[in-house]
């Protein structure tokens, strides 16, 4: 008996952390998989879903510049359900916390349709931070009728939240499934960086960091440069405008500050596995680089992804610049502390989640 099955994917890390999900269930003889991109994102999410290979079978081409939560909330939630509507999946599977994941889980609500819900049980308990993520993961959590925990934490919160034990399966992240998939390539950077400088990565883009918080990351990653002649730092700056306005701006004119597009995910894998310290406040970077056995500074201030600083690999230490500067200047002076921290501890998977993702779904959806 075969079974459709919806695979919603809206922005870059979606595509990342659904694409090994999607490549399993195409294995399955019982799946028909029909993968729908909201284009939540435009080119980041189309990059990586055509580096594994995937052409969405259907396009609601969402995305507008600049687009505000309720418009895209709104436009998402009446394109899913008209896709729904068309194809009356038995399940439909989504990853995470964005927009497109929570359109996605109410329409399957007001639709009466299983939602099956990727990395669940994140949560930072601020609704603030990230903001709107928090909301948008209870959301979907609530939704869900099988919920894949990437770890036993994330499994603890949805049992708080009275999610009933049998509806949860512990899988690990996706993402070190998408993760060892790419990293044996040894792509080169968008800039030569010699090989006695050291490389500091840099992302941005979460929206409570617009305005004072990206200014203070910018000052502080301007004086680590100024302080330290062996450091060069490359930031591919996210396509927001309300980032790479700042960004370029601030740091636009200083010979040993990169500021790039977006990098395709292979080459962003590359610039990890350079790179001697993270700066990010991205959620799948703080998953990836321990895996990769480098250290990252967290740019924000509440994670829900407590593991790898509960490790020791990654710090939580907000925007503010002194503090950047101090936890900086301490990871490129102090060998110690900087061993300490990159030791390549894993938290987040051993790449077989999407095998774990299928298994749950075959027991739920094809024993009776
Ligand atoms: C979104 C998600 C966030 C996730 C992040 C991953 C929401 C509310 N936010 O944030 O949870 O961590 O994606 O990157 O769901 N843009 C382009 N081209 C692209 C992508 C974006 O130009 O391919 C620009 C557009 O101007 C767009 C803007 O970036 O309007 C913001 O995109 P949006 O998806 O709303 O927010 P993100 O900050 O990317
Ligand atoms: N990434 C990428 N190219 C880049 C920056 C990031 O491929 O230039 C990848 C990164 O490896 C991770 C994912 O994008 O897997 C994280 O996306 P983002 O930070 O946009 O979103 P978040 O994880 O915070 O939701």
Not at 252 to 266: D, F, I
């Amino acid at each position: 008996m075969t079974k459709t099955i919806l695979c919603i994917v809206g922005t870059r890390p979606e595509a990342i952390k659904m694409a090994p999900v999607i490549l399993a269930l195409r294995r399955e003889p019982w799946a028909k998989v029909v993968v729908v991109a909201t284009a939540q994102h435009r080119e980041l999410a189309d990059e990586v879903l055509s580096l594994f290979g995937i052409e969405p079978d259907v396009d609601l081409d969402l995305m507008q510049p600049n687009q505000k939560l309720a418009d895209l909330t709104a436009r998402a939630l009446v394109g899913l359900d008209r896709v729904i509507g068309e194809t009356s999946p038995d399940m439909v599977i989504a990853q995470g916390d964005t927009t497109s994941v929570m359109a996605a889980a109410t329409a399957c609500f007001y639709r009466q349709v299983p939602f099956l819900h990727v990395e669940a049980g994140l949560r930072s308990f601020d609704m603030q931070n990230p903001f709107p993520e928090e909301f948008n993961r209870i959301v979907a959590s609530r939704i869900a009728t099988l919920h894949f925990a990437p770890t036993a934490s994330a499994r603890r919160h949805l049992l708080d939240e009275k999610v009933p034990e049998g509806d949860i399966v512990v899988t690990g992240n996706t993402v070190i499934d998408a993760l060892h998939m790419v990293a044996a390539q040894d792509l080169p950077l968008p800039v030569a960086i010699a090989p006695d400088r050291r490389l500091v990565l840099v992302t941005v883009h979460r929206r409570e960091n617009f305005g004072e918080p990206i200014q203070g990351i910018c000052r502080a990653i301007l004086t680590l440069v100024e302080e330290h002649d062996d450091v060069e730092v490359l930031w591919p700056v996210h396509p927001n405008p309300n980032v790479t306005g700042v960004a370029h701006a601030l740091l636009g004119t200083n010979p040993r500050v990169h500021l790039v597009k977006p990098q395709p995910y292979g080459g962003f894998v590359a610039a990890m596995k350079r790179a001697h310290l993270i700066l990010s406040d991205s959620g799948g970077v703080q998953e990836e680089a321990p895996a990769l056995a480098r250290p990252v500074l967290v740019l924000r201030r509440e994670t829900e992804r407590p593991e790898a600083i509960e490790a020791g690999v990654v710090r939580l230490i907000g925007t503010d610049s002194d503090v950047i500067l101090r936890h900086g200047r301490e990871l490129l002076s102090d060998a110690d502390a900087y061993r300490r921290m990159a030791r390549g501890e894993s938290p987040y998977g051993d790449g077989h989640a999407s095998g774990r993702i299928v298994e749950a779904i075959k027991a739920r959806f094809l024993s009776s």
